[in-house]
């Protein structure tokens, strides 16, 4: 799965439900052939996240579940490569924060990133997309390739 590319919450979210940038990032995936990669995180993170859009009235009543189920069928379709988020994924997950804590510039990395990339290192998948920007430092910091719309 090196070759996949994986898509963090914040920028997969995009691609469900509008934002000012979603066309910057629906364009990335357009111009890039490798394989999408996320973990099975993105399951309760997408749907917490798209839940409180909602809430807050970004998108209409009811849009929440039925975007949901959009990326529940595209998982399906096998659109995505899902990456398990197991034991090993989860020890890597406490080395990455290890690493990010023992720079010159310590990165308090968040558990739910450490947890997405965690996942990443375990699969051997080394390129991100995240609009998130502790993610992206933290992602940095341990080697992974940024790729931004």
């Keep these: 799965m090196t070759n996949a590319i994986y898509w963090d919450t914040s920028a997969l979210l995009k691609l469900y439900a509008p934002e000012t940038d979603s ?6 995936l357009i111009s890039k052939p490798e394989p999408i990669a996320i973990s099975t995180l993105h399951f309760v993170e997408l749907y917490y996240a798209l839940v409180a859009k909602e809430c807050r009235g970004e998108i209409q009543p009811g849009a929440a579940k039925l975007l949901f189920q959009s990326f529940r069928r595209h998982v399906d379709e096998r659109r995505y490569m899902s990456i398990e988020v ?3 994924a989860t020890a890597f997950s406490c080395q990455i924060l ?28 080394t ?3 995240a609009a998130d920007l502790r993610m992206k430092h933290a992602a940095q910091a341990v080697s992974f390739a940024i790729i931004d719309p």
């Design 23 to 28: 066309s910057d990032y629906r364009r990335l």
């Design 86 to 88: 197991d034991a090993k």
């Design 98 to 125: 290890d690493q990010c804590m023992g720079i010159a510039n310590p990165i308090p990395l968040r558990s739910l990133d450490g947890l997405h990339l965690g996942p990443m290192k375990s699969a051997g998948v």
């Design 127 to 129: 390129q991100l997309v």
